[in-house]
DNA sequence: TGGTATAGTGTAAAAAATACAGTTAATAAT
DNA sequence: ATTATTAACTGTATTTTTTACACTATACCA
């Protein structure tokens, strides 16, 4: 027994996958290996197979690339207006990802040619992706205004000036120290090492971690990691 | 040109419709006209046909139910694990609409034996129906807290007991009427009218509507309609 | 005319957010 | 050894926002 009578249509996941540097936020991008649009760059996709869910698509396609596992991923809204890709009708749907850009570097795929690119500088992109990462950053922006998403793509050990300066790159703007450091911390999510950075300056920032069990615990709560006006008008 | 060895899936869309009745917030169930679970109570659906992106059939399948169109709709979260309907593979992409349930009762479609459900007391539902609507409520009482959405739920003339009714049924809870009424008006999103609705109470309460071009204008803006403590710990 | 039921209104206290600048620590240079 | 340098670190006063809380006003009805 089957819906006999409809159309059955090619859905694709496709990862949105961003990286931070110490300074800038990257995007990483492939170069299509086949027509149209060969060597253009595109987000690195696939379709969803018979077996697995979007979510296990997303998640294996995010691996062929980086060989990472255990990434934050989360869907975003589906593509699916009928003439977006020009062989074929193809539902697309995003995926944002959030990686730690080190971590990135030692497992690369380079059957890809896949290269990181500064958000503020994206090359032309294939289809819709442009759109795609348009939202993904604008989804970005929003919940990480409330939510310590971004401590994802942070190493083990970390600074606070590398976290604030995580949030000033993600909204392009200054944040003041005192108040930075006075909301992070009120927070709850992150425990104090004993051992200093020593890699930026003289004097050394302490390293810090995140508690992993109030990170958990408190992740969906809401938090106010940056000033209101910050907040880029959003609709998620 | 196809992609041809790939697999195709059939890609639906469900609309989770709420209605709210001045008291209670229900949710508008069809009855499944055919088996699998015949009989058994729907969400609305339909196939993506070949011709349409997916918030259009989601408006198609809306308006075939209850003849509205111009509704506040909004797309949540794919649906894909490959088992969740039983007959045949189906990504299913699931809609919140919010509807003047006042406005339906003039339009309604009979043909789906349609009845509204209190979202205290919901029936069983086919497949992983029940997951989407509280994904879709919870998605709403997210939202809702800092954007100005339930409006869309409302009569072009309302007052301001009404809408607090309308936050009150939405997060189960009882709010100060001097801090909401000063909150809700601090945001510039209403008109007062002179006149006033007298069904409630002998004193009667004065009617507001919505100021169109701030309401447009503000929409995206982050307000704080109820208190922090009620917002519901969220991922959206 | 008094009763009744809901609408409407203000203020003080607490909490959160903001603006703002000098001191400290470690290293490097003299 | 002293000094210069550079980024890390820290506190307070002010403003804004949020909360808690209770009495008066209005219109109808008996």
């Known amino acids: 027994m089957k819906y006999s009578s409809q159309t059955r249509l090619l859905v694709a996941v496709d990862c949105v996958i961003f990286g931070f540097d110490g300074t800038d936020y990257k995007l990483l991008l492939i170069q299509r290996g086949f027509a149209p649009e060969k060597e253009k760059w595109s987000l690195m996709g696939g379709f969803i197979q018979p077996n697995e869910s979007a979510d296990e698509a997303a ?79 604008n989804k970005l922006r929003y919940k990480a205004a409330f939510h310590p998403i971004l401590f994802e793509l942070l190493p083990e050990k970390f600074t606070l000036p590398q976290l604030q300066a995580m949030y000033e790159g993600l909204y392009d703007t200054k944040i003041d120290k005192r108040n930075f450091t006075r909301k992070v911390l009120s927070t709850n999510l992150l425990k104090k090492e004993n051992e200093k950075d020593k890699s930026s300056s003289k004097k050394g920032a302490f390293y810090y971690s995140l508690d992993e069990e109030h990170y958990k615990e408190n992740f969906t709560n809401i938090h106010n990691f940056i000033p209101r006006n910050e907040i880029p008008v959003g609709n998620e």
């Open 59 to 137: 998640s294996r396609i995010l691996e062929q690339l980086t060989g990472l596992t255990e990434v934050y991923m989360e869907q975003i809204q589906a593509f699916s207006t009928p003439e977006r890709d020009p062989i074929e009708r193809v539902i697309a749907l995003p995926y944002v990802a959030l990686i730690d850009i080190e971590k990135y570097k030692t497992q690369i795929n380079d059957d890809f040619h896949a290269r990181w690119y500064n958000i503020k500088s994206l090359p032309n992109m294939i289809f819709d992706h442009k759109e795609m990462v348009e939202l993904a950053l």
